[in-house]
Structure formats: structure tokens, C-alpha cells
């Protein structure tokens, strides 16, 4: 890649005067043929021309949001066929049991495109979506597969065959569970927490892991979404990343009974799951209104221990995971919405740790899934988000509007800054006022 263009060159996009998630300010950014050809302070490319020039204003540019855990087979169904009354987990999986059996093709299709619909316009680009497979039919595999090729131009999404009803507890889910990765799901996925026993659990593990080794495919667990202190398959699972050398595609989602394990213990666990290259995928969201249920006062937060899984080098990432489905009735596919609360339940105020979980919704799930050609720099894909804000701190703070989103060096959805006009008494005319800022 020519990083020096002269006058002569002519881009596709330009990009003028952007601030970078690194910290750089008044960069312009150059795209050519759906790649970035130069990123240089403004002086560099200032005789540059570009079919397109986008004028950021000094405002932030950053690679696309990345969803690591999702669920687009259950995703806008809330409501089907009854709300979940005691809005718990278990109650949630029930009322999922009951709405399988009622699918269509055409519904799950439906409602997964208008959720990539929404997810492109809030500038989230990439999804790993869990997609059960206790339904023997594999009906949501086959309308997820779909939605997979009809998305492909402007959003990646991954999917992993996830047995909701358990490996070994849900009759014939093993055998689902090949299918659908013979079909092309990319990703081995399951719950051991969910299967009736311990040692069932810790088997399901182990299936899952030699699955994946043996197919060269990644593994991504609902491991311990629990506030039990006893459910440990994430040691397992760790254990048998390292067995099987499966060191940087293997994750955890959720691990929530980390919260209340003992402190003695995760001292020797976070070590374990550092050195196993195992990822951590926590749901702020989902974690906080599901987790602690069986509490009265102290109620635990229930999330898993992002910053000190974080401090000992483990991949961590905030996943949306659900979004108005049997799980939880809210939910927009802001990105900035599940950092922002991620960064409240873990308590991450400090400037570094503000700006891991922008990180944590960008440039670490986008590492987990294995992105090819996401950042900023040459030669990266020219997919990115120009944001109302200066600084990653300022975009999760106002959840900011997402003035342009571009995939392949292409502007594909566009949002107006939110302003308000004020006319208040004793006070000067006010229009056009970004509120916040
Ligand atoms: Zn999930």
C-alpha cells in the first residue's frame, strides 16, 4: 500500500479531519478499492482527491461495533406466544421451548434481517450469533445460514450451533448438533451448566472441545450463567483448550458464577484461563437482570470479573445477547448501550478502563471472532463508524449518534446529529444544541 499519495492519486473515499480511537486527531483517511490506503494527518492527503470526501469535523472515527454473543433465531419474538412473567432464565429458556415448536422459516428470516437492519444502523457490523439446534427439524440453522449469505455484503455474521436444551440432556442433540456444523455453522457452541449434572457437564465439555478439534472450528460455550460458586466448567473448558491446543479460538460466555466463586480459587482460575488462551465473553445487560435472582439483600451483580480477567491478559468482550426476546424485553443493538452498562456493573470508571470497554465492543470481539482485515490502518477493510463524539469515553457517555457508517468504502446508512432547539425564558435563543456537549 502507498501510505505517501500525491495530488495525482484518486481515492474512492476520503475521509478529512477525524479523531482515532488511539488518540490522533485531524486525520484524514483514504479508501480505495473497499480497502484503507492511508491514514496521514491532513497535511499529507490535503491534495488528495476523493470521489467521496467526508468532512468528520474533528469527530471520532472507529472500526465497526462487533456483537461476540447474540441470538438472532430468538431476537424480536418477545411477546411469543406469552411475555416471560418472572423475567428469569430458566423461565426464559421455558417460554423458548414453547415458541420453537411454532417457528416458520419465513419468521425467523424476517425477523433476523430487521434486526441486521437495525444492528447496521447503530454501526455494528459484525455478529456471532448462537443458533439453537434441539429443534431436529434445524430450522433456524437452515433461515440463519440464509440471513448469513443475504447479509454478507454489509455485515458478518458467525454462527455457532448452540444444543439450548443441553449436549447430553436434550435427546438426539448431539446428533443436531453435527448436522448443523456439516451444513456450514462455523462455530461448536454449548451449555454445560444447563446439563443435570456436574459430571455431565464437564463431558459435554469435552465432546465439544474434541469436536472442534477435530474439525478445526472454533468453540464458543454458555459456560456457567449461574450464581452457583460450584458450576467451574470453565476450568474444564480451559483444561481442554490447553489438551488440545485450541489456545485463541476458544471462549466463554457469560461466566457469571465467577462473580461469586471464592476469591482463593479464581486466583488460580483467571491464571488457568490466561494461559489456555481462552476469551471471556461477558452480557452486561442480560447478566444484571438475570443474575442474583435467588437473592434478597445483598443482591449479586452477577457479571463475571471483566477488569481482573482483563488485568491478567484475557480477552475480554461486553456481548448484547438478547434483544426484545424471551430473555429480556429491551434492547436496541447499540453497542454503546451494552459498554455503557458493562462499564457501570464493573464498576470500570477510570480513563483506561472507560476506554477497554470501548475496546470491548470493537477491537476484542472483533479478535475473538477472528475478523480478517478489521482496524483502521492500511490495508484493513474500509468498514468504519463516524460517531457524534471526539473521544471513545464521549461515544459511550452520550451513546452517540452514528453520523455514517461505511462498509467497503461505501457510506450504507446515514443518522442526523440529535439536537434540540430551546426557547427558554430569560435565556438567549438557543438552535441546533447537541445536548451534552
Ligand atoms: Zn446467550
Not at 448462537?130 to 458467525?158: F, G, M, S
Request: glycine fraction near 8%; aromatic fraction near 4%; proline fraction near 6%.
Amino acid at each position: 500500500m502507498n501510505a505517501t499519495p500525491s495530488a495525482s492519486v484518486q481515492y474512492d473515499l476520503i475521509v478529512r479531519n477525524a479523531a482515532l480511537p488511539d488518540g490522533r486527531t485531524a486525520m484524514d483517511i483514504a479508501v480505495r478499492d473497499g480497502r484503507i490506503a492511508a491514514v496521514a494527518p491532513h497535511a499529507e492527503l490535503a491534495a488528495a482527491r476523493g470521489a467521496t470526501e467526508l468532512d468528520a469535523q474533528g469527530q471520532l472515527v472507529t472500526p465497526p461495533f462487533v456483537d461476540a454473543h447474540f441470538h438472532l433465531d430468538a431476537t424480536l419474538s418477545f411477546g411469543l406466544p406469552r411475555v416471560n412473567a418472572s423475567g428469569t432464565l430458566l423461565e426464559g429458556i421455558a417460554l423458548w421451548g414453547e415458541l420453537k415448536p411454532l417457528l416458520t422459516m419465513d419468521a425467523l428470516v424476517d425477523r433476523a434481517l430487521e434486526y441486521c437492519d437495525w444492528a447496521v444502523g447503530r454501526g455494528l457490523l459484525a455478529i456471532r450469533s448462537h443458533v439453537d439446534v434441539c429443534d431436529p427439524r434445524l430450522l433456524a440453522v437452515d433461515a440463519l445460514l440464509h440471513v448469513r449469505e443475504r447479509v454478507r455484503p454489509y455485515l458478518d455474521l458467525q454462527l455457532v450451533a448452540f444444543p439450548q436444551d443441553g449436549l447430553l440432556r436434550s435427546e438426539g442433540a448431539l446428533g443436531n448438533l453435527t448436522r448443523a456444523l456439516d451444513k456450514g455453522v462455523d462455530v461448536v457452541g454449548g451449555i454445560p451448566h444447563f446439563e443435570r449434572t456436574m459430571a455431565d457437564g464437564a463431558e459435554s465439555v469435552r465432546i465439544l472441545c474434541e469436536i472442534a478439534a477435530r474439525r478445526g472450528l472454533p468453540v464458543d460455550l454458555h459456560c456457567d450463567e449461574t450464581d452457583d460458586p460450584a458450576s467451574r466448567h470453565i476450568e474444564t473448558l480451559a483444561l481442554h483448550a490447553r489438551r488440545l491446543g485450541l489456545a485463541g479460538r476458544v471462549a466463554g460466555s457469560h461466566l457469571t458464577s465467577m462473580h461469586s466463586m471464592d476469591n482463593y480459587y479464581v486466583s488460580k482460575l483467571i491464571p488457568l484461563i490466561a494461559e489456555a488462551g481462552v476469551a471471556a465473553i461477558a452480557n452486561p445487560l442480560i447478566n444484571i437482570t438475570i443474575q442474583g435472582r435467588h437473592d434478597t439483600y445483598p443482591k449479586r451483580r452477577g457479571m463475571t470479573r471483566v477488569p481482573e480477567l482483563m488485568a491478567a491478559g484475557v480477552d475480554v468482550a461486553f456481548g448484547h445477547d438478547c434483544v426484545l426476546d424471551p430473555w429480556y424485553p429491551l434492547g436496541s443493538g447499540d453497542m454503546l448501550e451494552v459498554a455503557h452498562m458493562g462499564l457501570h456493573v464493573a464498576q470500570m470508571t477510570g480513563q483506561a478502563a472507560m476506554r477497554a470497554c470501548f475496546d470491548a465492543v470493537t477491537v476484542t470481539p472483533a479478535r475473538i471472532l477472528g475478523l480478517d482485515g478489521y482496524g483502521l490502518a492500511p490495508g484493513c477493510r474500509a468498514d468504519f463508524v463516524l460517531l457524534d463524539a471526539r473521544d471513545p469515553v464521549e461515544a459511550i457517555r452520550l451513546r452517540a449518534t452514528r453520523l455514517a457508517i461505511v462498509r467497503r468504502g461505501r457510506v450504507i446508512a446515514r443518522t442526523p446529529a440529535a439536537t434540540a432547539a430551546l426557547d427558554l425564558p430569560g435565556r438567549p435563543a438557543t438552535t441546533d444544541y447537541r445536548i451534552g456537549r
